[in-house]
């Protein structure tokens, strides 16, 4: 367990419809990063935060878009959801924001589009 | 643009055999690679982290080795057990922030 936890677990929306997962950091971490994972395929980094501002972004639109809150934890907004949103959506923090800093993954949150 | 490659997609051994999965990218320069393990519908479990300078890490029955110019890393499992059945994917942090994944590969450790 690494003190990363994500909620909710699974979740089944609409096409068009809006949706917001959760992410709760490890004691002590204030960097969170976004990751989204395709059935069969390694994860793909949306976006990270630092002390509450967007610290970086992949190739994502602008309808996913994301906060951190004072006590680090963090939400994954995405609007007008499609069919290809589909995947598990993974948080991970970490203690700070350089490539030296290890990140702890959270179990994940299964969203479906239909 | 970093690309990662992990070969086999899929492997199945019998139980207690040592075996080798692999993981390759595009670009050498890289701040750490890390090994992770995922069960099925679950996140991920970080295994091994190597940073650039290193050559090699262990945990137990795991080690990674790390070879930065030709742009490889190996995982070896010694003594196979039917619970190492999982994904194993590959990162590697090309840039402060980022980890840029391979597509795994799904280990079956048959008893």
């Known amino acids: 367990e690494t003190g990363v936890t994500q909620s909710p677990t699974h979740l089944i929306k609409t096409r068009g419809q809006q949706v917001t997962l959760r992410c709760s950091s490890q004691?002590?971490?204030?960097?969170v990063s976004w990751y989204q994972q395709a059935l069969g395929q390694g994860p793909q980094f949306i976006f990270q935060y630092y002390r509450e501002e967007e610290n970086g972004r992949g190739n994502f639109p602008p309808r996913f878009s994301g906060l951190q809150f004072p006590n680090y934890s963090s939400e994954l907004n995405v609007n007008a959801l499609e069919l290809d949103d589909s995947a598990l959506y993974l948080c991970?923090?970490?203690?700070?924001?350089?490539?030296?800093?290890?990140?702890?993954f959270g179990p994940g949150t299964r969203l479906t589009v239909t | 643009k970093q690309e990662v490659t992990q070969i086999p997609a899929a492997l199945s051994v019998p139980e207690g055999e040592n075996l080798v999965l692999n993981c390759s990218f595009t670009d050498s320069a890289i701040y750490n690679l890390q090994w992770f393990r995922q069960d099925p519908g679950k996140g991920l479990t970080s295994l091994l982290l190597?940073?650039?300078s290193q050559r090699e890490q262990t945990s137990g029955r795991l080690n990674a080795s790390l070879d930065k110019s030709s742009g490889r890393s190996t995982l070896y499992i010694a003594a196979s057990q039917p619970g190492d059945s999982a994904t194993y994917l590959c990162a590697v942090s090309h840039s402060n922030y980022q980890l840029i994944w391979g597509a795994g590969t799904k280990l079956i450790i048959k008893p």
């Open positions: 004691s002590g971490h204030n960097t």
């Open positions: 190597i940073q650039s």
């Open positions: 991970a923090s970490s203690v700070g924001t350089g490539e030296v800093y290890e990140q702890y």
